[in-house]
Every structure is written in C-alpha cells, then in structure tokens.
C-alpha cells in the first residue's frame, strides 16, 4: 500500500479524535477542566492520537492541504508524547477549544461519509 492509499484512513482518525477533543471540553470551564486529571488526559491522549495520524498522512497531501496545521499538530504530539513534563494545560485548553473545533471543520470536507451513511 502506498502512503496516498492510507490518507483516507489517518484522516479520518485525525477527525475521530479532533470531535472527541471537542466532545470533552464542550460545556466544560477551564478551571473544572484544570480540576479534573481524568478529562486532562483523555483530552491529551486525543491530542497524541491526532498528531500521530497527522505525521503518517503522505507529504503529497499535507502540500495540497496547506490550511491544516501539520506542523503544529505532530509537534504537539511529539511533546505530549516525550516531553510530558512541560504540559501546559492553558494551551492544551487553547488547542482543544478553539483549534479542535476549526480542525474539524476543515477535515470534514476532505472525507467522504462513512460507508454507513452513503446514499443511494
């Protein structure tokens, strides 16, 4: 399989975890958040999930996407993975509640709907 045949596939992980981010936070205060270290790190594990999915999208595409933030979400990644200890929840919170929801918004063109939803 070439790395084009598996985009389909990562972005739509990407989206999966960009809407669970979303669905985490939504309705929640930063304070209930910086509160609650179970939500903390089903929002970071998301996070990682998301910036792992968007390093394996082929270059190919990532050129022909410019308006996804790439860079910014693998290195995301890359510290929630291997530099844990300087989280900062404040942009973590930043991330999850203004970019998540317009990374969404951006990935959702991109796909196709599931097979489940397709109409004929």
Do not use: C
């Given at each position: ?22 669905q985490f ?38 050129q022909a ?56």
């Amino acid at each position: 399989m070439s790395p084009e045949e598996g985009d389909p596939a990562y972005l739509w992980d990407m989206l999966d975890a960009a809407r669970r981010v979303v669905q985490f936070t939504r309705g929640v205060t930063f304070a209930a958040y910086v509160g609650d270290p179970m939500r903390q790190m089903a929002v970071e594990r998301a996070l990682e999930i998301l910036g792992e999915a968007a390093r394996r999208v082929s270059e190919g595409f990532r050129q022909a996407h410019p308006e996804i933030p790439w860079r910014d979400l693998v290195g995301q990644r890359n510290v929630l993975a291997h530099d844990y200890g300087e989280i900062k929840q404040d942009r973590i919170w930043e991330t999850a509640t203004q970019h998540a929801p317009r990374l969404v918004g951006m990935l959702e063109p991109l796909l196709p709907p599931p097979p489940s939803e397709e109409v004929h």
